[in-house]
Structures are given as C-alpha cells and as structure tokens.
C-alpha cells in the first residue's frame, strides 16, 4: 500500500524536496534494505529480525502518518522524510527475511509449494492495498488513516511472528 499511496501523499504534503525527489530517495533506500536482509538473514535468526522490521515498519507508519495529520508545522517534512527513508529501507529488510524464513519452513516435498502460496498471499495483499488505501482517503477525507492502520497491521505482525513455532535460522533443511 505505500508503494501506491506514497506518491500521492508526497505530491500534495510539503517533504520539504520535491515529490518526485522523495520517491526517488525511498526508492533509493530500498538497496541498502536488501543488503540488510541479505546480511540478517545470514548472520541472525529470521524470528527477532521479522519481528524487529515489523516493530521498526509500525513506528515508522506511524510517524508518517502523524507527520502527514501535522505537516502545516514546520518540522513535519522531517518526520515524513525520515518516515519515508526507514519504511523504504525495514520493508525491503523484511521481505527478504521472510521469504527466506518462508521457504524454510516447509519440507523439501512441499517448499515451493508453500512458498509460492505465501508469496500469493502478498500478491493478493498488494493488489487490494491500493483499493484499501483509496477506500479510506474517500471515507476519511485525508491520506493520515491509511497509514495508521498499517501502523496497526504493522504491529499486529509483531505480535503474530512472536506466535511462530519454527526457528529456521542454522538448522538442517534435510526434510
């Protein structure tokens, strides 16, 4: 949903750059997330870093979102620019380790099975964000409750990963 309302959003709040100069630097931002997941799902275990992204990706949300409810003051294009740059950077971290940690859990005779049904769930979770994100700008006038309601599913996830039985990082895959 904030690859879709991202634009939106920076092209009528003041981010203190031009819109197109903010996309572009979350844009930006997004290689060193990659990088970060490459990293942490090596070097940690896939759990308290899904939970992690998730914690950081709801602070992050939410931030934007009261810096876009507040940006007639001064200070708000920071917060939003900040915002921006860390859910830019967290969501790619945790795409990457959660797909990892996906592809781990399943036996061998059903790992691309399970993983494909988990990467559809995203698909379809992609494909109704934007209806999502729309829907909640007409009903509420202002691009602020999308946001804050990611923050919410944001930390939802937090709790849920916490629910995960499997720890994958280090162990054999062997089936």
Known sequence: ???????????????????????LLGAIWELPGLAAGALFGTWFRRLPVIIGCNVGLACALGFFGAGVSMSHMWYAHYIIQGAILVIKMLSNTACVVV???????YPPAA????????????????????VFFESLAAYTGHFTAFFLVASAMATLNSFLAMLLPFETAGKSLDG
């Open 111 to 130: 790992r691309t099975t399970g993983s494909a049904i988990c990467v559809s769930g995203g698909r379809l979770g992609a494909i109704l964000a934007p």
């Open 1 to 23: 949903g904030v690859l879709y309302g991202l634009p939106q959003v920076v092209e009528n709040v003041e981010t203190g750059t031009t819109a197109s100069t903010s996309v």
């Open 99 to 105: 797909y990892q940690y996906a592809s781990e859990i």
